[in-house]
């Protein structure tokens, strides 16, 4: 579903992607771990292409990223060719971003009747039934100032897989929360993973929840990949000195 192949992302001088390589299923949960500064949220953004890779390429879906066919050749994508395979892909933040002057039913609806073109009917049914899954079906009519920061990171799920997204990219998505709303949260997002065939691409701290969800996990240090693997394996018997160093710190 997602592919890199030998990326390079530089900042000037500062490296921080190394020909970096790894493809993921169809419905994997994968989780990338490892110290700050290591690039792994430069790998979502690069997949929401708020940056463009220096070296290599990204497909989604068996999609180019950054390049497209055009008489039989591959030219530099184009902005039509990036809002279509990023129409593919959902994304999460630490800060929820919902729009504040919007109810809750209607963070959810204006995307999918917008850029999906779906009726109100369409758009508000299947919100609901979103609500539904997040446990907020008293909020609808809400404002997201009234809610808790676990409730509106809900919303924010909700809206984002209103997009019926293939990969939903999760950016440190408790970071920002009171510890008491981290589990709701987090007993969403397993709940999806569980019954969803969604790829998701997950950067966390919640070290327990990694291991609890993920398929897979990825430790990262230095823009490389340097273990790969089962979370049981990876969290109990660490192939890599840096990843045991990397665990005791954070556990
Ligand atoms: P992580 O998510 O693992 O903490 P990041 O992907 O955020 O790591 O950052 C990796 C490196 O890239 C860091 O050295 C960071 O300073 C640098 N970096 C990230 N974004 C930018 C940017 N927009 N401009 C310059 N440097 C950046």
Redesign the pocket.
């Known amino acids: 579903m997602i592919r890199f192949d030998r990326v390079v992302k530089r ?2 001088d ?1 490296v ?1 992607l190394r020909d970096l390589s790894f493809s993921t299923e169809a419905g994997e949960f994968v989780t ?1 771990i ?10 979502l ?1 690069l997949l929401m292409t708020l ?1 463009r890779v220096n070296g290599g390429m990204i497909e989604v879906g068996g999609e180019p990223l950054s390049h497209m066919k055009k008489n039989g050749k591959l030219v530099p994508a184009d902005e039509k060719h990036l809002r279509k395979v990023r129409r593919r892909i959902g994304m999460v933040f630490q800060q929820f971003n919902l729009f504040p002057n919007m109810k809750v039913l209607q963070n959810i609806t204006e995307a999918p009747m917008r850029v999906l073109g779906k009726s109100r009917d369409e758009a508000e049914d299947k919100a609901r039934s979103l609500l539904e899954m997040v446990g907020l079906t008293d909020k609808v009519d809400a404002h997201p100032s009234q809610l808790s920061g676990g409730q509106q990171q809900r919303v924010a799920i909700a809206r984002a897989l209103a997009m019926e997204p293939d990969v939903l990219l999760l950016d440190e998505v408790t970071s920002a929360l009171d510890p008491e709303l981290v589990a709701g949260v987090l007993g969403v997002l397993r709940e999806i993973a569980s019954t969803t065939d969604i790829t998701f691409l997950c ?1 966390t701290h919640e070290m327990q929840f990694a291991r609890d969800v993920s398929d897979r996990v990825m430790m ?1 240090d230095s ?1 490389r990949i340097i273990e790969d693997g089962h979370p049981e394996k990876l969290f109990t018997d660490p192939s890599h000195a840096r990843t045991r160093e990397f665990l005791q710190a954070v556990l």
């Not at 490892?34 to 790998?43: Q, R």
């Open positions: 900042f000037g500062n921080v990338l490892g110290p700050s500064g290591s690039g792994k949220t430069t790998i953004r940056e950067v990262f823009g």
